[in-house]
């Protein structure tokens, strides 16, 4: 599944988006040269319905927000027209990439070297039916709401202890898969949306910051504050 995910998204950075947009969704016209992105417009007699479909390898959730919002302003002829950053994306990789010639860098790789031998493996789950006896597999999604004023009283006690929200979640997080692997570390592989400030503006480029980054759960028992303090720290 991870190398067919890449190969698509690689077969879509070279234009092969344009003709599924084409000949698969029926997209007439879709332009190779901007192959991420089609919009197409259905006409009602009451209303017109745009449709935005892109790849999200394009854009990470705070530029897709930003695109929305400017279309959102030109549907509405708001007149809003907030002034696009002097550099581009491109601008910012290539100074993202004169980084690995600093001694930052330099000092964040020899810190991971130094760890890949302490780093534990991969757990192990428990399956209630193999994935090799699944011949017509079904995904179910399950969404659980916590109300506003339990999600405030959370945060409350986080600030209280000292400890943001997140690394609350994730040592709840890496508890309950500890519990159920039997593994007492575990790696979890964290998403970030890393925006170096390398170029003016940077706050406001439209592009693909995620980044991922290793945690190295450890779980050695004791109560939850203790931690949660260390996976803070």
Not at 43 to 56: A, E, I
Not at 211 to 216: C, G, K
Request: charged share 20%.
């Amino acid at each position: 599944l991870l190398i067919a995910t890449v190969v698509l998204s690689f077969g879509a950075a070279l234009g092969l988006s344009s003709l599924l947009f084409e000949y698969v969704f029926g997209f007439a016209g879709a332009d190779p040269g901007f192959p991420l992105f089609a919009f197409e417009v259905s006409r009602f007699r009451d209303r017109s319905v745009l449709h935005v479909s892109w790849d999200l390898i394009a854009l990470d959730v705070q530029s897709r927000l930003a695109v929305m919002r400017r279309l959102d302003d030109i549907h509405r002829g708001t007149g809003r027209r907030p002034p696009l950053p002097a550099a581009a994306f491109k601008d910012y990789q290539d100074y993202v990439t004169l980084l690995k010639h600093s001694r930052w860098y330099e000092a964040d790789r020899a810190y991971w070297q130094d760890r890949l031998d302490g780093l534990p493996l991969r757990c192990t789950l428990p399956f209630v039916t193999s994935p090799d006896n699944v011949t017509h597999p079904r995904f179910a999604e399950h969404t659980l709401r916590v109300a506003p004023d339990v999600w405030d009283r959370f945060k409350e006690r986080a600030r209280q202890h000292g400890v943001s929200t997140s690394s609350v979640l994730l040592a709840l997080f890496g508890s309950v898969v500890s519990y159920f692997s039997g593994a007492g570390e575990l790696p979890i592989t964290l998403t970030l949306f890393n925006r170096l400030p390398v170029v003016e503006g940077t706050d406001e480029l439209l592009g693909n910051f995620t980044s991922t980054v290793l945690h190295h759960h450890t779980d050695r028992g004791g109560d939850a504050e203790t931690l949660t303090r260390r996976t803070h720290d």
